[in-house]
């Protein structure tokens, strides 16, 4: 692949050594393996970009970079830096599979326009950027309120967010997190949103800690709709489920091989992604740590479960 001057420069300012830049000149073979930038919240964007190369990630989630959670207002996604961003991962190689929005649909009264206007803000960034799903929470269910009633909003408001994004060409994803953890009510919204651009990111580790699912039983429910996934380990560090300590992957009580080998089994296309929620529990291990063993840890099970790499780049 031809890298112009301004790919060389940039990327060679991110970080990559000589080598690596030569090795960024052809296909480089990777697993569907990623990371969100919510492990790595110090990071610039050359570093992200330069870590992911040279860990052999074949794609970055964005949840925030060098601290800005609104990705629209990270300088390297808007304006005129846009243009070049999307070079540089063309010429790595390497996919932006989703962009993460804080935006939760079982809000109401004044805060939830403001809710509806960030999905729809992420979701123009994602046509820009031609990234094809934006995360967007149903989150919670508040207590002492009818559950119809909050799952009437919940279901709403993800149809008013996928009538944004489809003429887009974007796909809006629920994550099974918070109140929504269990395949059951996850699999009421999609039958209420009903559409196309409206789908599932399976959060494997909330599933089978929080909502007590074996993650054949979760995949059974939800993933013909499943288009991304994150994946985490953890042990126990209280007596309630939200008392978890993230461990390194492989080294905790979640059955992420078993996870893996589901996914693969069922046919899962997407990214095995990896979330260190290193942004709100600062005290776990840094990136440079986590990441390079998520990648070998991963490699090894996706293996086992008959995935191969293919070339990127």
């Known amino acids: 692949m031809h890298i112009d001057r301004r790919t060389f420069v940039t990327t060679l300012a991110a970080g990559l050594t000589a080598p690596a830049l030569l090795t960024a000149r052809q296909p480089k073979e990777r697993y569907p393996i990623a990371f969100s930038t919510l492990g790595c919240p110090a990071w610039s964007w050359k570093t992200i970009l330069a870590q992911a190369h040279q860990l052999g990630y074949a794609a970055v989630e964005l949840r925030g970079v060098a601290g ?25 190689g390497i996919v932006i599979s989703d962009l993460g929005a804080s ?3 079982h809000e109401k ?13 992420f979701i123009d960034l994602a046509h820009a950027l031609g990234v094809r799903y934006v995360r ?29 994004a489809q003429p887009a060409g974007v796909t809006v994803i629920m994550e099974t997190h918070g109140d929504f953890t269990h395949s059951k009510d996850v699999a009421e919204i999609k039958s209420r949103v009903a559409s196309d651009a ?13 909502g007590h699912e074996p993650p054949a039983d979760t995949w059974a429910a ?9 994946l985490k380990d953890s042990v126990p560090n209280g007596p309630g489920v939200e008392d ?21 089994a069922g046919g899962y296309e997407g990214y095995y992604s990896f979330e260190w929620e290193k942004k709100w529990h600062p005290e776990i291990e840094e990136p440079e740590i986590a990441f390079p063993h998520y990648a070998r ?3 090894g099970y996706l293996k086992e479960a008959g995935v191969t790499p293919t070339a990127h780049g």
């Open 68 to 92: 800005e959670m609104d990705l629209p207002k990270v300088p390297e996604l808007s304006g005129t830096q846009l243009a070049a961003t999307k070079r540089d991962l063309a010429a790595l």
């Open 103 to 105: 935006a939760a649909m």
């Open 109 to 121: 009264g004044s805060a939830r326009q403001a809710q509806l206007d960030e999905g729809r803000r």
């Open 136 to 164: 967007i929470f149903g989150d919670k269910i508040p207590p002492g309120e009818p559950r119809e009633d909050v799952m009437q909003r919940v279901a709403d408001g993800f149809r008013e967010m996928a009538a944004h």
């Open 198 to 210: 409206f789908l599932i990111l399976w959060d494997a580790h909330h599933t089978f800690v929080a």
């Open 222 to 230: 939800l993933g013909q709709w499943v288009r991304h996934t994150h």
């Open 244 to 264: 978890r300590r993230y461990v390194l992957t492989g080294t905790g009580e979640v059955p992420i091989k078993e996870q893996v080998r589901v996914l693969a």
């Open 297 to 299: 840890t991963m490699a």
